[in-house]
């Protein structure tokens, strides 16, 4: 046998291995998802478990007929198989979906972040279903028949293909039907039509929100009670916290030892604006609800740190996640990791506490009404275990390795619970810090931006699609702290909030709750989204 024509391959052929290879190999995850979601002890169930391979490959028979042609074939061919090998891993190993929003969230992870999820097992999942495929595609020769020839049996491929989908689509209608009702994300699990369309779909959302940049209220004002004192308040955004972790919400392993000892209200019940951080934190600071809320045009629109700058508040924000997703970008930002601190910091990663020297120094040298975002590393993953130093590595045994999916779940849990553990430590070092302030209206926000899946399902990490997010994504911690100066001279009446802090909320609630806090009137303001309107002994000032 000539070694030569081992690397020499026919279109047609190429067409048929490049579909079998997507279906049987780099489409696991939807195949799973499938076959977790059908009864094969059911006729309908058995007709789908068959069909849907079937289908799959016809489709994407449809797909490299179209576009794997003459000189696109090996450039397209290698960008794809490399590109759907490491969508698979993800998809696989973690639960992910791949539409628009997850390819935003691509091309805003940094190169640090990045590092993180960048381990042996996506080196040697990406090297033999992805590198070693595209080497061979690189080496080898395609064959084209004549330009008529080639044009015929690429016309009869897709001609016999387009008769069998719709031969299967006459079969099968009734099963597809009611299987694509019921579960219609997943074909966010198609590779590789789903980053494509994600793609498409991320650019063409960005072209169309490039609009004029637009002021919220020109004609706010602020209207304070009358009283001598500064207002000063601290917004903690955490990273990837779950509510169902913490103590204060019934937890059984005791997370929040220290804040359990403060006089705080824990919110027990909220709800988060989406499922990654690039959605919920610009959510968190825009005066629109989740359901009106457009991630896209937020960027061309003043939030609530604007708005409280442009009614004389200081803003100061304080960054030690992966950046603001641009709400900072019009008030003075800090990033923690460019301060060097080296008891707190490596080079990529600095532990929450960093935040505490500088979060001083600014207090000391408050001029005028001062609003304050710490906004938090907290539990980022999937690394958990370098989230926290090892004095709270309280829970064992623990997960030292970014694959968390390959750590017993039992440990999985605990390096997450043990970062819950650090956040209540700092969350409770900066209220510490704020009642050395007693001359100050002054109080403390802390609230999550999303969950975490730990292996729920098999699924970690963050990131599903709202719509069929699990609680674990979704439900977030939440808590106030004031002091008693706060609570005196705005008029709050503190146990009524406690008593009203086991009803359902959402972040919806944050920004008309610090507006009218921060005794701001605007037209933007809802009442009914304010935590603090039921609970004032005095109405608010004209």
Partial sequence: MNPNRFFEIKSKTLIIAFSLYFTLVLNLSFFRQVYTNIDISSASGIILGISFPIVLFLALLLIFTLFLQPYLAKPLGVIVLLISSAANYWMFQYGVYIDADMIRNVFETTPRESLDYFNLSIVLWVFFTGILPALYLIKTRIVYAPFLSE?????????????????????????????????????????????????????????????????????????????????????????????????????????????????????????????????????????????????????????????????????QWFDNDEGCKEVCKRVPTVYMTDLGNKKYCDKDYCYDE????????????????????????????????????????????TCYTGEVQNCDKNAIVNTYDNTILYTDHVIAEVIRLLKKYPDYEIGLMYVSDHGESLGENNIYLHGIPYAV????????????????????????NYECLKEKSRDPISHDYIFHSLISLMEVRTKLYRPELDLFASCRTQPLPE
């Fill in 151 to 315: 044009a015929k049996m690429r016309g009869a491929i897709i001609g016999i293909a387009l008769v069998l989908v719709g031969l299967m689509a006459a079969l099968t209608y009734k099963e597809f039907s009611i299987f694509g009702r019921n579960h219609k994300d997943i074909v966010r699990l198609i590779n590789p039509t789903n980053y494509v369309y994600g793609t498409v779909r991320f650019f063409q959302k960005k072209i169309r929100a490039r609009q004029p940049f637009m002021a919220l209220d020109p004609d706010s004002r602020y209207a304070p009670y009358r009283d001598p004192y500064k207002t000063v308040f601290v917004l903690l955004v955490g990273e990837t916290a779950r509510a169902m972790n913490f103590s204060l919400n019934g937890y059984s392993k005791p997370t929040n030892p220290k804040l359990a000892q403060e006089d705080i209200v824990n919110f027990s019940d909220v709800t988060s604006c989406g499922t990654y951080t690039a959605l919920s934190v610009p959510c968190i600071f825009s005066n629109l609800p989740r359901k009106e809320f457009n991630l896209n045009r937020a960027p061309y629109i003043e939030n609530l740190v604007d708005l409280l700058r442009n009614n004389g508040y200081q803003i």
């Fill in 354 to 397: 960093v935040f505490l020297e500088p979060l001083e120094t600014y207090l000391n040298n408050i001029q005028d009404n001062s609003f304050i975002v710490l906004h938090m590393m907290g539990s980022h993953g999937p690394s958990y275990y370098k989230r926290y130093p090892d004095a709270f590595a309280r829970f064992t045994p």
């Fill in 469 to 492: 997010a699990p609680k674990e994504q979704t439900r977030v911690p939440m808590l106030l702290w004031m002091s008693s100066m706060m609570k005196k001279e705005d008029h709050i």
